[in-house]
């Protein structure tokens, strides 16, 4: 059967989970009147992983739901319960699956069962229990769990087939994958039958290799024309191709000509496709004249094994198959290219990078310190705490200095904005009010005297 639905390039949006939050929790038991600290860690996030499946021909199912998401790690429990790690999200894609970052391959799936991670879930959040030291024997601070990679990718088809068939419409390309093999696509008489490629296992012999027949390919077809173009990529991974030649030719195309226009073909679309080697078969040889059309090819291309058959028929098809099991046998599968590392993924990010926006604001980024914020609870004085220290350690808070921070200076991180107090302090968008629908910000004035007015609030109450 042949579907219309192949696809073979494809966007997906993937999102790693998210690390389970770690446990801010006490011992509280009748006899133990200081229990210490037992909140547990979070559980890591699922990692996302792109699976090599033989069975799978087509990106369509991607195309239906190109966003990937892994589930998150769980919540770490009191008396030091781990939280549970989510499961990995395994998601299969066909053999020959090329996976794209900025236009960079990255990794190549050319192996039955071979696996990737392409999103890497977050680590858990360490509950209280882990922040005990003999300074702070009762830390009131567990950390959010570690946010799970998030990256945009392009996934690209190229099937694997050992052997390509290639020909001029209606030569008889998938009767003869139907003779050789177990598939069944479309067999017609018009051309233009196959509208997508076609693989099957053929076993000659003790032999096992993949077949792949494609639409029919006319001239012009590597400059766009016909359908042809666009499945050429899907053979260039091949070793051998078979061509497959209708001695009645086509559309008025003389059979011997014929030959030449589909080798020009290939030449014009890639020189790794008029590089490789190549089997002549002069197919329908029940019809008249077929004879006469293999003697003058026979002749013509000499250097070129060139055989009579009858796809239909299954006649001649032994010779074929053991001339393509020899010449597989002298063009082995070439060792895979090792991936080549994406420099995006590779790149050491910066710690953080700070960038002074024109209305005061300061923005600061970068994976390491978005990932602190991101684990932080602000809710916790003693995790705002941390936040600072390392801060101060990382020389970002130096480096804020420089660039002009003061108390109430808003810093946009993460997407969101916090008011600077030598640390990160409360988040600015918590206290914007919604006005008709809109988002409206304090003036910085406004804030500053609210930050006033909740000090002089704590001084009232420590007096
Ligand atoms: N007489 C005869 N007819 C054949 C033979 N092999 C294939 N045919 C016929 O040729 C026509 C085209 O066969 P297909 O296998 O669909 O040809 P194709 O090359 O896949 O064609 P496209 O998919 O359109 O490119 C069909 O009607 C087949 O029955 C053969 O050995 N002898
Ligand atoms: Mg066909």
């Known amino acids: 059967m042949q579907s219309n639905s192949f696809l073979d390039r494809v966007k997906i949006y993937v999102k790693a989970g998210k690390g389970g939050d770690g446990c801010l929790s006490f011992r509280r038991e009748k006899f133990i009147e200081f229990g210490g600290p037992n909140g547990g860690n979070g559980g890591k996030g699922g990692d996302v992983i792109l699976k090599a499946e033989p069975n799978l021909t087509t990106l369509q199912e991607l195309a239906y739901n190109p966003h990937i998401e892994a589930k998150d790690g769980a919540k770490g429990g009191t008396y030091n319960k781990y939280g549970v790690g989510a499961d990995d999200k395994i998601v299969p894609v066909p053999l020959g699956t090329a996976i794209k970052k900025d236009g960079v391959v990255i990794a190549d799936l050319t192996t039955a069962g071979q696996e990737i991670i392409i999103a890497r879930g977050g680590r858990g959040g360490r509950g209280n229990q882990s922040f005990k030291t003999h300074q702070n024997t009762a830390p009131r601070i567990a950390e959010i769990g570690q946010p799970g990679e998030e990256i945009t990718l392009v996934l690209e088809l190229r099937v694997l087939a050992d052997v390509g068939l290639v020909g001029f419409p209606n030569a008889g390309k998938s009767t003869f994958l139907t003779a050789i093999t177990a598939a069944r696509p479309k067999v017609a008489d018009y051309p233009f039958t196959t509208l997508n490629p076609n693989l099957g296992i053929c076993t000659h012999k003790g032999k096992s290799f993949v077949t792949a027949d494609i639409p029919g390919i006319i001239e012009g077809a590597s400059e766009g024309k016909g359908l042809g173009h666009q499945f050429l990529k899907h053979i260039e991974r091949t070793r051998v191709l078979l061509h497959i030649v209708d001695p009645a030719g086509f559309d008025g195309i003389d059979a011997v000509k014929s030959i030449k226009i589909i080798e020009d073909e290939l030449k014009t679309f890639s020189k790794e496709l008029a590089k490789k080697p190549r089997i002549i078969a002069v197919n329908k040889a029940d019809t008249a004249g077929a004879e006469d059309v293999f003697k003058k090819i026979k002749k013509k291309y000499a250097a070129r094994p060139v055989f009579l058959i009858s796809a239909a028929a ?124 809109r988002t409206v910000r304090e003036s910085k004035a406004q804030r500053l005297a609210k930050r006033k007015a909740r000090r002089e609030k704590k001084k009232g109450l420590q007096l």
């Not at 070439?334 to 994406?342: E, H, I, Q, S």
């Not at 994976?367 to 602000?378: H, L, P, S, Y």
């Open 314 to 437: 299954r006649g001649g098809l032994g010779k074929t198959l053991d001339e393509i099991v020899k010449t597989l046998a002298a063009n082995p599968v070439k060792a895979a290219k090792p991936a080549a590392a994406g420099p995006a993924v590779h790149a050491i990010a910066p710690v953080f990078t700070i960038s002074p926006l024109d209305d005061g604001r300061i923005q600061i980024s970068g994976k390491k310190i978005e990932e602190f914020i991101a684990m932080t609870n602000f809710a916790q004085p003693e995790a705002v705490e941390r936040l600072g220290k390392i801060f101060k350690k990382i020389g970002l808070e130096k480096a804020l200095l420089k660039h002009g921070a003061t108390d109430g200076t808003t810093i946009v991180a993460c997407g969101k904005e916090f008011e600077w107090n030598g640390g990160l302090g409360a988040e600015v968008s918590a206290e914007a009010e919604r006005i008709g629908g």
